[in-house]
């Protein structure tokens, strides 16, 4: 996809339409139980964490997820470089932290636009307590947010979850699904006049546009970030209390520490999972995680899930999940209660050593697993999945992880320096 700077009118139009409520200052209710942790995740395995252009291992520091004791609501929008005019549209009238509305710039017209649907969650359990971020999805209450954020990192599966909207009311919430695959919950509130958040696409974006992270990073709401998309096709690998019992790559030692604050454990069964991401410098703090990424017009793009850091702050390296699977995964839990994921049937290793690598080389065939009955062998090298690139395990693991349960993916394969493409049906997650 291509934005172009002449569209500019045809989008100034389109967020004058936009209905805005106002930016409450209400501070975020407090979570129902004592001290809390935020959650830090590391990479475990540096050679099944990168993508296209991405050498190995996946980062030189750690991957944290962005929630805190404190966070607020939390999100990213995009304007592109051309669009630097006045504008005056409703949203930006209505706004009560303007104090000039006749002149404002696109960056603060996308936050005004997306403010409303972006809400503070507070979450307690019996022996911990967290906050995050969420994004309306509908006028029922449903709201998106991090799985990890809902469950305390793993911790607890009935989690106390308080909702605090923009305006400052506080709602309670039920959780509808969660979805520790993906790092993707959908929670509930019984609430009116809420303000969906209006759905875009992460194939509308270019590196180099604009961003502007919203939100309450390290407690601090109504807090504006600037910075770039600095990349579309990220793979990280962050911690998760659903892994594969049977892991499609071998596990190794991680350089990274992964830790909580005040010195706690990490849950014994927390693994790793794989995303594919889009990655900006808008500086996202921990207390961010669940909240938008938006585009120039106010219209999600992504989830923000983690951080990279050797702080547990910000330096400049923030993801987030592509709306497009979002999108997917929640309509899964708010149907079902629960997502699909594809499953290749494959073990894999990196093609190359462990700085590079151009593709996932096939060790095993699972017998009776969905790739068994078709043209692959130990040896052959898979560099592709519907024409998407992936270069090492962990991208290959993530792309296919998004797809749902029976999906047909044609995959591109290197046998003895020569490609060729094969058919597959996926298999599913257990």
């Given at each position: 996809m291509n934005d172009n700077w002449s569209d500019e009118a045809r989008e100034q139009s389109h967020r004058d339409e936009q209905p805005t409520e106002t930016l409450g200052q209400t501070p975020p209710p407090p979570p129902p139980t004592s001290a809390a942790p935020h959650w830090s995740d590391q990479p475990s395995e540096p050679s099944q964490s990168k993508s296209r252009g991405f050498r190995w291992p996946v980062l030189i520091t750690g991957v944290v997820l962005a929630a805190v004791l404190g966070g607020g609501a939390g999100g990213v929008a995009v304007y592109y470089a051309g669009s630097t005019g006045a504008t005056s549209s409703e949203s930006v009238q209505e706004s009560p932290q303007l104090n000039r509305t006749e002149d404002v710039t696109p960056t603060t017209e996308a936050a005004a636009t997306a403010s409303p649907s972006v809400v503070t969650l507070s979450v307690g359990g019996d022996e911990a307590q967290g906050s995050g971020s969420g994004v309306i999805l509908d006028n029922e209450g449903h709201i998106l947010t991090n799985s990890h954020v809902v469950t305390l990192g793993g911790q607890t599966a009935a989690a106390n979850v308080q909702v605090q909207t923009s305006e400052g009311q506080v709602h309670q919430a039920e959780v509808v699904g969660t979805d520790p695959m993906s790092d993707l919950a959908v929670i509930k509130i019984d609430a009116e006049g809420l303000t969906p958040i209006e759905m875009g696409s992460a194939e509308d974006?270019?590196?180099?546009?604009?961003?502007?992270?919203?939100?309450?990073?390290?407690?601090?709401?109504?807090?504006?970030?600037?910075?770039?998309?600095?990349?579309?096709?990220?793979?990280?690998?962050?911690?998760?209390?659903?892994?594969?019992?049977?892991?499609?790559?071998?596990?190794?030692?991680?350089?990274?520490?992964?830790?909580?604050?005040?010195?706690?454990?990490?849950?014994?069964?927390?693994?790793?999972?794989?995303?594919?991401?889009?990655?900006?410098?808008?500086?996202?703090?921990?207390?961010?995680?669940g909240g938008a990424l938006v585009d120039h017009a106010?219209?999600?793009?992504?989830?923000?899930?983690?951080?990279?850091?050797?702080?547990?702050?910000?330096?400049?390296?923030?993801?987030?999940?592509?709306?497009?699977?979002?999108?997917?995964?929640?309509?899964?839990?708010?149907?079902?209660?629960?997502?699909?994921?594809?499953?290749?049937?494959?073990?894999?290793?990196?093609?190359?050593?462990?700085?590079?690598?151009?593709?996932?080389?096939?060790?095993?065939?699972?017998?009776?697993?969905?790739?068994?009955g078709a043209d692959l062998e130990a040896d052959d090298i898979i560099t592709a999945v519907d024409g998407k690139s992936v270069t090492d395990p962990g991208a290959l693991s993530a792309t296919v992880r998004e797809y749902p349960a029976g999906s047909e993916v044609e995959l591109t394969v290197v046998r003895d320096g020569e490609e060729f493409t094969e058919m597959l049906q996926l298999g599913g997650m257990n």
């Open positions: 974006l270019n590196v180099g546009d604009q961003a502007v992270a919203i939100g309450a990073p390290m407690g601090l709401s109504g807090t504006v970030t600037e910075g770039i998309i600095s990349n579309l096709d990220r793979t990280i690998s962050v911690a998760s209390s659903a892994v594969p019992e049977e892991p499609e790559m071998p596990e190794q030692e991680s350089p990274f520490e992964f830790g909580l604050p005040e010195n706690q454990e990490v849950p014994a069964e927390q693994g790793q999972i794989h995303l594919n991401v889009i990655q900006s410098d808008a500086a996202i703090n921990p207390g961010n995680s106010g219209r999600l793009i992504g989830i923000n899930v983690a951080i990279a850091t050797r702080t547990e702050g910000n330096v400049g390296l923030g993801f987030a999940i592509p709306a497009d699977y979002a999108q997917r995964i929640a309509d899964e839990l708010i149907e079902n209660g629960e997502a699909s994921h594809g499953m290749l049937g494959v073990s894999i290793v990196p093609s190359g050593d462990q700085n590079i690598s151009a593709g996932a080389r096939v060790v095993e065939v699972v017998e009776d697993g969905p790739a068994a």
